[in-house]
């Protein structure tokens, strides 16, 4: 009965991890995108500062998201 | 002395008379439109990051420009059109403090779906990261949709969606009636409306939206349409 109930949890446990896990990896894919749209868009519209910090703002979150994945593989 | 030949005078044709004086008054608009901007607009000229009417812009370029190509109206979406998106970005990050409230100020969140504590710290920070990337995904949406009139041609940039890009452009040759629309309360109120322009047969008419000072905006296009002398 204990068993089969630290199973379940367990099981439960590594679910959890699997699905967090998973959502981080399509998040930072999103990213990617993200990253690569503001980009091409700094292309057309030349030598604007805003781009700059829009593009700063996004790597960010890429490099955010990609800490929050490594960390939750270790900890989780 | 007589003179020995003496060359009679030619009227020109009417359609060369007619362009050599379109082409006079446009350079001059132009002139003006420049010396304008650089006297009395002194606070308008140089693009800022929240900039969304912006005459004779500096430091700014975009693909596709010719040399002697000049920058003279720099549009975007009025500011006050990003109120919707900033309200929920703003209620999205309250969401997890009224959860914590809602759980007598323990700080897990989420424990009223019995998540573990160290998995729900980790939802929580993934849970921001999202709201950071939506209201990031709302702001360039805003932030490239933009139009840019240069002395030559009109360029419409579209973007949204991260996946919709569209690019169009049109000459002045081309380009046959500017007019605006200004309906509602907040247009009246912040003083922005939707400027169409009319293209010559089945080319594609310039749709801008929700452009600050939009009857400035038609008062300069015509002015370079060549109808309008007057800033």
Redesign the interface.
């Known amino acids: 009965m204990n068993i089969s109930f630290f199973t379940q949890v367990l099981e439960s446990?590594v679910l959890?991890k699997i699905g967090?896990l998973l959502?981080?990896i399509l998040?930072i894919i999103?990213?990617f995108?993200?990253y690569n749209?503001?980009n091409?868009?700094d292309?057309?519209?030349?030598?604007?500062?805003?781009?700059s910090?829009?593009k700063f703002?996004?790597l960010l979150?890429i490099i955010?998201?990609a800490s929050?994945f490594l960390?939750?593989v270790v900890?989780? | 002395m007589p003179d020995i030949f003496i060359a009679k005078y030619k009227e020109l044709p009417k359609d060369q008379e007619q362009k050599r004086s379109n082409l006079t008054h446009f350079k001059n608009f132009v002139k003006r439109l420049t010396q304008y901007s650089s006297s009395s607009q002194k606070n308008e000229s140089n693009?800022?990051?929240f900039s969304t009417f912006c005459i004779n812009p500096t430091?700014?370029?975009?693909?596709n420009k010719e040399r002697d190509e000049k920058t003279l109206l720099f549009l975007r979406r009025h500011i006050i059109t990003n109120f919707f998106w900033v309200l929920i970005t703003i209620i999205l990050l309250l969401i997890p403090l009224f959860f914590v409230f809602l759980n007598f100020y323990s700080i897990n969140p989420f424990r009223f779906i019995d998540?573990?504590s160290?998995?729900s710290y980790?939802?929580l920070?993934?849970y921001y990261?999202?709201v950071?990337?939506f209201a990031?995904?709302n702001?360039?949406n805003w932030?490239?949709n933009?139009c840019l009139i240069t002395d030559k041609r009109v360029i419409d940039?579209n973007?949204s969606e991260?996946v919709y890009?569209n690019?169009s452009t049109t000459k002045f040759d081309l380009l046959q009636d500017a007019s605006y629309n200004q309906t509602g309360l907040l247009r009246s109120l912040f003083d922005y409306g939707d400027v169409l322009l009319q293209t010559a047969g089945s080319l594609e008419n310039f749709d801008i939206q929700a452009v600050p000072h939009p009857d400035r905006v038609v008062h300069i296009v015509e002015g370079l349409l060549g109808r309008r002398g007057n800033i």
């Open positions: 446990f959890f967090f959502i981080t998040y999103f990213l995108i993200v749209q503001i091409s868009m292309k057309i519209i030349i030598g604007d500062q805003g781009a910090i829009i703002v996004s979150n955010l998201a929050l960390v939750s900890i989780l | 693009l800022k990051i430091g700014i370029s975009f693909e998540l573990p160290r998995f980790f939802f920070i993934l990261l999202i950071l990337t990031l995904i702001f360039i932030y490239f933009a940039i973007f991260l890009k690019i």
